[in-house]
């Protein structure tokens, strides 16, 4: 089972989080239900905000950094409260925040 949810996190991350795969494949990967539960909890948190604060909290720091990688250069903080009050209320997933920051900052 450790190893089914390894490979579905593994491909969920590959494909940028659609869990299109976990949902129409996981019936060929294990064909238990447990399988199917968890790609449906993982699609769910995979898109758009997380429901804890502490996973959205997370999400926006990775978010942060990938976008500060892609840019080359570190956001402020005034740049970084920026980007919270876009998308803040917005069900903004991972993606789509470190898309946003190099759009506003990109140059």
Same mark, same amino acid.
């Given at each position: 089972m450790?190893a089914?949810?390894?490979l579905?996190? /593994?491909?969920l991350?590959?494909?940028? @989080?659609?869990? $299109?795969?976990?949902?129409? @494949?996981?019936? /060929?990967?294990?064909g238990?239900?447990?399988l199917?539960?968890a790609?449906?909890?993982? #699609?769910m948190?995979?898109s ?6 502490q /996973?959205q909290n %997370?999400?926006?720091r990775?978010a942060? =950094?990938? /976008? *500060? =990688?892609?840019?080359? %250069?570190k956001?402020? %903080?005034? #740049?970084? =409260?920026q980007?919270?009050d *876009?998308i803040t209320? #917005?069900?903004m @997933?991972?993606? *789509?925040?470190v898309? $946003? ?7």
């Open positions: 450790a089914a949810l390894a579905l996190f /593994a491909f991350i590959g494909s940028g @989080g659609t869990g $299109l795969f976990a949902l129409a @494949g996981g019936g /060929a990967l294990g238990g239900s447990a199917a539960a790609g449906t909890i993982v #699609q948190s995979s758009g905000t997380p429901g804890s604060n /996973a %997370k999400q926006f990775d942060v =950094r990938e /976008a *500060e =990688r892609q840019l080359g %250069k956001l402020d %903080k005034d #740049q970084i =409260r980007v919270h *876009e209320g #917005q069900n @997933g991972y993606h *789509e925040i898309e $946003l920051i190099v759009g506003m900052f990109g140059g």
